[in-house]
Every structure is written in C-alpha cells, then in structure tokens.
C-alpha cells in the first residue's frame, strides 16, 4: 500500500498548494467527502428527550458534523458539569466564560435519558472546570454509577485533565469505567495555539495513571488533522499515547466551527486518512478509527466491542 514512487508519508501534512488546500475563499467551504445525511425522524426524538431532560451535549455545543447521523440513530454524547469551559481552546465553541453551578440530580437525568433512548453505550463527556477544586471528578464519578445503575450499560468517560490532579483522576477510575479516553487533540508544537492551559506531558501522565491504577481498564485519545502539523509529528504522538498504554485512537478531521476560530490549514482526503490509520495501527493499538467524520465518541460503542474482541482473541 505505501510502496510507488512517491509515498504520500514522506510528505509533511501541512501541505504547499495542493488539491485539498483551502484557498482563501474556500476556507468556509467543505469539500465533497465531507457532506452529511439529511435528518431521520429518530433525530427528533433524541433531540426531544435531551430538550426535555434539560441536558447539554458536546454534539450540540462543540457542533459536531456527525449528529444528524448519530441522533437519527439514538445517540449522543451526554455533556456534563455545565456549558461554560474554563479553557480557551482555538478549536473549540464551547462557550468560556463565567461556570455554572453543579446541578446535582443531573447524574440521575443522565441516567434517566440513557435509558429514554435505550442506550447500551454511553459516553460521558464535560467541559473543563479549573475552578472547581476537584475538576469535576466526583460529579463525573457520580454520573457513571447513576447511569450504570439505571441502565446497566457500558460507560465510556472522555475526561478533561484535571490539570494533572492525581487525586481526582483516580476518583473518575474508582467509578471503573468500561473506558477511560482523554484526548490530546494535537501534537505538542501545537499545544499554544489549540490547546492553551494544557500540557501535553501532562495528558500523558493521566493516560499512563489510568494504566497503573486499573490495567485492565482500556483506554482511548484522540488527535484532530488539519491544523498545520506534520505526518512526523502525529507519528510521534502516537508512538508517545502507546508508550504509556493507550489502547484505542481516534483520529479525524478537524473543522472550524466559526471564523474566529482556527482555521483548517488542510482537509485531509479519505484515503489519507486510511493510509495513516494504517501506518498507527502498526504501532498496536487495538483499535484506531481514522477518517474525515471520527470524533472521539464517534460510534464509541462499537469501537469498545472490537477492542474487547481483539484483546480476547
Ligand atoms: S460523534 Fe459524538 S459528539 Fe458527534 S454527534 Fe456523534 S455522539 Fe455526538
């Protein structure tokens, strides 16, 4: 697959001018392999019992390209601890500003949509929450055990970094989640300008405490492609996220969600996205979804039976 003349990984991903280059006036303007579905009626359904529940989703507030898809099959990735983050990431809509109060029965509404919507897997997300002493963790600890408890799914979190508080990552792994994923979402010569207030070192460490404190637990990150950085330095990531364990990789494209947010330095064909799949999968991952639309909750459930099935074989 990579062997002719010109592999295409020889070439940084920041690309010179090339057919999937934005010019100027085609920033705003997607190129064809990233067009959607139209709306299925379950859609309005999902949508009717987060309305009703008065839940957030990162589907909504992050404005992800795949909730016609995920929401007309039922799914959503359920958004805890408020919709105001405390960091100011370039990627991201999520609002920042001035956090809300924690809602406490809103474990017990996720629980109670989970089961609403019949789901026998649920990711469970939050924004970042530097202000509050524990980051969250006993909030989100509660929520997997409500949800647990109501539904008896299976419980993904996808965690912020608590900035690095020992303390409270290992409150969210007493919750024993059936994954712990947390991303890195970009190489670490990117980290000011995508990730400001993170460490990359420090995403690292919490990947590699969850492998020390509960080995058996997998894990998952994840890294968004279009920003400017290097088919090198995504090798190196990847390399780095399997030296402390990390089990299951997601990568996809990124997007901006407005134009005072960064902008996509490079849209990434599908077959690119298989060919460095590929190229990590080698590395040993269990699992490594790679392509266009792959978010980190993006089809999370299937994602975590195929891991469970290769670590069993
Ligand atoms: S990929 Fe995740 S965040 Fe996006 S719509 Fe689907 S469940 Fe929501």
């Known amino acids: 697959m990579f062997d002719g003349p010109n592999p295409p990984f020889e070439l940084p991903i920041v690309a010179t001018a090339d057919a999937t280059e934005p010019t100027r006036h085609e920033k705003r303007r997607l190129p064809r392999w990233l067009k959607r579905p139209l709306p299925k009626p379950g859609m309005y359904y999902t949508s009717s019992v987060i309305d009703d529940l008065q839940l957030e989703t990162v589907c909504e507030s992050a404005k992800c390209p795949n909730r016609t898809e995920c929401w007309s099959q039922q799914t959503a990735t359920f958004m805890i601890l ?161 030296g402390v364990g990390c089990d299951m990789l997601t990568l996809g494209q990124y997007l901006a969600p407005s134009d005072s947010h960064l902008p996509v330095e490079r849209y990434l064909p599908p077959e690119e996205f298989n060919e460095i799949g590929e190229r990590v999968r080698a590395l040993g991952f269990s699992m490594v979804a790679s392509g266009p639309f792959v978010r980190s909750s993006y089809h999370a459930g299937e994602m975590a039976s195929e891991h469970e099935q290769t670590t069993c074989r």
């Open 82 to 242: 408020g919709n105001v983050c405390t960091r100011p990431c370039g990627f991201c809509s999520v609002p920042k500003g001035k956090t809300e109060t924690i809602e406490l029965d809103e474990p017990e509404r996720v629980a109670e949509a989970a089961e609403r919507l019949g789901l026998r897997y649920v990711v469970i997300t939050s924004v970042t929450r530097d202000d509050l002493t524990d980051g969250g963790a006993d909030h989100f600890y509660n929520c997997v055990l409500a949800v647990r408890e109501r539904t008896g799914a299976q419980v993904e979190v996808l965690t912020p970094d608590f900035l690095g508080d020992k303390a409270a990552i290992s409150r969210v792994i007493k919750a024993r989640p059936d994954v712990f994923n947390h991303n890195t979402e970009t190489v670490p010569r990117l980290y000011h300008r995508v990730r400001r207030n993170a460490e990359y070192q420090r995403t690292l460490d919490l990947l590699a405490q969850v492998k020390d404190e509960a080995p058996e637990m997998p894990t998952k990150s994840g890294l968004m492609l279009g920003l400017g950085e290097t088919l090198d330095e995504v090798l190196d990531v990847c390399a780095d996220l399997r």
